[in-house]
Every structure is written in structure tokens, then in C-alpha cells.
């Protein structure tokens, strides 16, 4: 079920959305959100890459969908968690 979302709060989804999507096909790679992550000074391994794309992939289609994907509630929810780590994580080492 897609949560309620205002329209401002939908076009911040897209635009995070196509912060991870590089090549602006709608869909986002491994490859592509391992090049976030190691912007945000991460450094991913390929398995905990795949790890995470098996958590988000639902319909295992190899990416993450914005339309499938980003509207359930449960996937805002991981990938805000994610992000917040990730950034928190970035954070600690930049201090």
C-alpha cells in the first residue's frame, strides 16, 4: 500500500531518487547506489551492496523502481534509515 504523501514530499522522493540514479532511466543499480555510497565516503563491499539491493528489490527485477519501489511506505522507511546512517556515518568520519 503507498502511504499518503503531499506533493512537495513526493518530489523530495524523486529528487533523492535521482541523486542515486545516474543515468535517468527510472531505476536505480547496484552499481548505481554503490557510486552514492562511496561519494558519501562509504566503501561498500560488492556483497553488502547485493545485501542491500535484496532487502530493497522487492519484485527482484536487479533494481529499485522509484514507482514500485520509493511509494510503498516500507521502503521510504529503509531508505531513510539508510541514508541517515549513512550520512551520520559520513558525518563521524568528517569531524
Known amino acids: 500500500m503507498a502511504p499518503s504523501l503531499q ?3 513526493l518530489e523530495d522522493l524523486r529528487a533523492t531518487f535521482a541523486l542515486f540514479d545516474d543515468n535517468g532511466d527510472g531505476e536505480i543499480t547496484a552499481a548505481e547506489l554503490g557510486n552514492v ?5 562509504l566503501k561498500p563491499s560488492d556483497t553488502e ?9 522487492v519484485d527482484r527485477s536487479g533494481t529499485i523502481n522509484f514507482e514500485v519501489h520509493i511509494t510503498s511506505r516500507y521502503m521510504i522507511t ?3 534509515t539508510n541514508l541517515s546512517h549513512a550520512i ?5 568520519v568528517v569531524q
Not at 551492496?49 to 528489490?57: S, T, V
Not at 551520520?88 to 563521524?92: C, L, V
Open 7 to 9: 506533493p512537495d514530499q
Open 37 to 41: 555510497m562511496r561519494a558519501l565516503g
Open 49 to 57: 551492496l547485493q545485501d542491500l539491493m535484496n532487502e530493497i528489490d
Open 78 to 80: 529503509r531508505l531513510e
Open 88 to 92: 551520520g556515518s559520513t558525518n563521524a
